[in-house]
């Protein structure tokens, strides 16, 4: 079996992904790929400490806690992100942003703390340009800011990640719509999600227009995205265990597809969702 350590990963990291000492990472991960871990997932943690000692890591904590009708603190679980990305929300390095579906966790170190501050003063939207995507986002324009899929994460297509929504909701499409979620908690406070139409109906009420573009509930193919990725260069992908790690830089990935979107509306619409 495949043993990932922390100086095999550190390695890969610096020699395949090119990842430098301050470069801000968003990881998936996907923990089936990287085989046994010599220390657990205490294994990724010190890799990247070696890694990016002056950097900032950024690991998805989504908890859809509103969206699922049920409250949300700092330790709520988040059992769809993996194994790392829970032993994050109770690691002290690690801050949590404050958004009940789309929360994430930013390691803070000596160096990037005014980073981690900005970062973690996020609005109640989950995509726009106050959220933790926007906010990282802007962070790329000008400074070397990464997403790194490590061990198998999204591995149905050569490339995606949740950065997509943002770019959705920055350009408009035509599949999905700003959807209000309330407090469980019966406060005032409200979360704003883009979501996809899951019926005609819902599509009628919130446009007030009937459609003959959609077959419902729609869905997404991002295969072509992650092919167009790689196409333009974007995309480095090495093996490391049993799956290539695959790392893009944000800003480019995400002009990519906000291009992609102003030229065809329907794109990385699965073609069984068009009439």
Not at 4 to 30: A, E, Y
Not at 159 to 186: D, E, L
Not at 193 to 205: A, G, K, M, P, S
Request: with cysteine.
């Amino acid at each position: 079996m495949f043993e990932t350590t922390v100086d095999n990963l550190s390695q890969h990291l610096v020699d395949d992904m090119g990842i430098k000492p301050d470069d801000l990472v968003f990881m998936f991960s996907g923990l089936w790929g990287l085989g046994k871990l010599e220390n657990g997932v205490e294994t990724i943690e010190h890799a990247f400490q070696k890694v990016l000692p002056k950097g900032t890591l950024i690991v998805p904590t989504f908890s859809y806690s509103w969206s699922s009708g049920e409250s949300f603190n700092e330790l709520t679980p988040c059992p769809e992100m993996g194994a790392f990305s829970n032993y994050a929300l109770t690691a002290s390095s690690y801050k949590r942003t404050n958004n009940p579906n789309f929360s994430v966790a930013i390691r803070e170190n000596e160096y990037n703390q005014s980073i981690v501050k900005d970062l973690l003063n996020i609005g109640d939207d989950c995509f726009d340009e106050e959220s933790i995507f926007g906010k990282v986002v802007k962070y790329s324009q000008s400074n070397r800011a990464w997403i790194l899929l490590l061990g198998g994460a999204f591995n149905d297509v050569k490339y995606r990640s949740t950065f997509i929504h943002y770019a959705q909701q920055k350009v408009g499409v035509k599949h999905r719509y700003i959807k209000r979620f309330k407090s469980p908690k019966s406060d005032n406070r409200v979360v704003t999600q883009l979501v996809r139409y899951l019926d005609e109906e819902e599509y009628t009420n919130k446009t007030g227009n009937s459609t003959n573009s959609f077959n419902f509930p729609i869905e997404e193919d991002y295969t072509q995205y992650g092919e167009d990725v790689d196409a333009a260069g974007l995309l480095c992908s090495e093996k490391f265990g049993y799956y290539p790690s695959r790392i893009v830089p944000i800003k480019d990935v995400v002009n990519l597809y906000m291009e992609k979107i102003r030229d065809n509306p329907f794109y990385c619409i699965d073609s069984s969702s068009l009439k």
